[in-house]
Structure formats: structure tokens, C-alpha cells
T-cell receptor, first 112, second 114 residues
Framework: GENVEQHPSTLSVQEGDSAVIKCTYSDSASNYFPWYKQELGKRPQLIIDIRSNVGEKKDQRIAVTLNKTAKHFSLHITETQPEDSAVYFCAAHHTNAGKSTFGDGTTLTVKP | EPEVTQTPSHQVTQMGQEVILRCVPISNHLYFYWYRQILGQKVEFLVSFYNNEISEKSEIFDDQFSVERPDGSNFTLKIRSTKLEDSAMYFC????????????FGEGSRLTVL
């Protein structure tokens, strides 16, 4: 089955700095890669996603890159703000299996 | 905006008791999921459900677990005989189709087994 590895497990940055979180996946048939943000006690919420036919996608301060050959994808947050502090999960979705496999999560802390 | 709703938000039960967690997926969605998150850990896939049957399940989803869509709207997760290690947040999710992949999560049901 699919295995998703996520690094780092914790990340602390100063407000205004950039943050990068990286994930690798094992199943080349996975074709959709969402990133979820989870605040304490809340549900995961989609913040950005990328499909396997695209290399990069950007939405304001958030961008995601995908390298299908190397089977890795990354989340980039620029100009971080304290409200970006949360746990971020990457996931790899396999259409045929119909499920998303999540990484272990990265706890991002943005210090004011 | 339509949302996935879950009940109860929190349930406390004694070990060995049966628990049913309920979910109402978004009405035009076709794929339904249960995920589990033990406190401070990652979101783990339990089961996916499509066309009134299980399409995929994980090793966690053993004989103690079952899912059902008893009517046109509810999607339930039953744990027959709860164990201490079943204590977790259980998230229901739905998606319009498998190609889309974007999961819409409910707010979760926190299960505490004593």
C-alpha cells in the first residue's frame, strides 16, 4: 500500500520567514496530493492541492511543488504569520483505491 | 455551504461496550470515509464506502468495526466491543468522486473508552 513520509515533524520560524514542509510517497499510481491544515481540536481543512499532471501551484502565500519522477512534493509558505501556526498534513490520494494516505504531520510554530 | 455533520461530538463509554458514531455526508457526494486520529498523532484511514459497500479498509478496521448506510443520508461507524486503544477522534469525510480526491471532513467525534 501507499506510504507517505513527511519532514520535518516540527518547524519553528520567525514571523515573516518562509516555511517548507516536504513529503515523499511510494505508490506511483497516486495522482492527487492535498495539504491539510489542522488547528488544535479542529478538523483537517484543505489549504492547497496539486494533481499529478501539474508541477507547481500557487495560491497567495502558499505554493506546492510536485516531482513525480522522484515521488516527492513540498509545501511552501512565504511571509509566515502567527495564525499559520498549526499542524500541517500532506496526503497522497490513489484514485483506484479511493483513499488518501496521510503523512505524520508537521507542527509549525510561527513566533511573533 | 454544505458540510459533513457528525454526532455525537464526544462520547464516553466503558470498555467492552458498543458504540455507534453517526455522520451525514454532503448530499451529492458518493464516496464516504472514516478516519481516526489518536491524540497528537496522524490521521489514519479506516474505511472507504461507495455504492453501498466497502471499497477499501485498513488493518485497523478489523471485525470489531462495521459501517452502514441505513438510509439515504446517514453513514455510521459501529465499534462492537470497545477497547482502551479505540480512544481517538473519529472523522467522517466525503468526496464527490474518487478522482476529485478532496476530502470534506466533519468536525469529528471524540471517543473516550474508560
Amino acid at each position: 500500500g501507499e506510504n507517505v513520509e513527511q519532514h520535518p515533524s516540527t518547524l519553528s520560524v520567525q514571523e515573516g520567514d518562509s516555511a517548507v514542509i516536504k513529503c515523499t510517497y511510494s505508490d506511483s499510481a497516486s495522482n492527487y496530493f492535498p495539504w491539510y491544515k489542522q488547528e488544535l481540536g479542529k478538523r483537517p481543512q484543505l489549504i492547497i492541492d496539486i494533481r499529478s499532471n501539474v508541477g507547481e501551484k500557487k495560491d497567495q502565500r502558499i505554493a506546492v511543488t510536485l516531482n513525480k519522477t522522484a515521488k516527492h512534493f513540498s509545501l511552501h509558505i512565504t511571509e509566515t504569520q502567527p495564525e499559520d501556526s498549526a499542524v500541517y498534513f500532506c496526503a497522497a490520494h490513489h484514485t483506484n483505491a479511493g483513499k488518501s494516505t496521510f503523512g505524520d504531520g508537521t507542527t509549525l510554530t510561527v513566533k511573533p | 455551504e454544505p458540510e459533513v455533520t457528525q454526532t455525537p461530538s464526544h462520547q464516553v463509554t466503558q470498555m467492552g461496550q458498543e458504540v455507534i458514531l453517526r455522520c451525514v455526508p454532503i448530499s451529492n457526494h458518493l464516496y464516504f470515509y472514516w478516519y481516526r486520529q489518536i491524540l497528537g498523532q496522524k490521521v489514519e484511514f479506516l474505511v472507504s464506502f461507495y455504492n453501498n459497500e466497502i471499497s477499501e479498509k485498513s488493518e485497523i478496521f478489523d471485525d470489531q468495526f462495521s459501517v452502514e448506510r441505513p438510509d439515504g443520508s446517514n453513514f455510521t461507524l459501529k465499534i462492537r466491543s470497545t477497547k482502551l486503544e479505540d480512544s481517538a477522534m473519529y472523522f467522517c469525510a466525503s468526496t464527490r468522486d474518487s478522482n476529485t480526491g478532496e476530502l470534506f471532513f466533519g468536525e469529528g467525534s471524540r471517543l473516550t473508552v474508560l
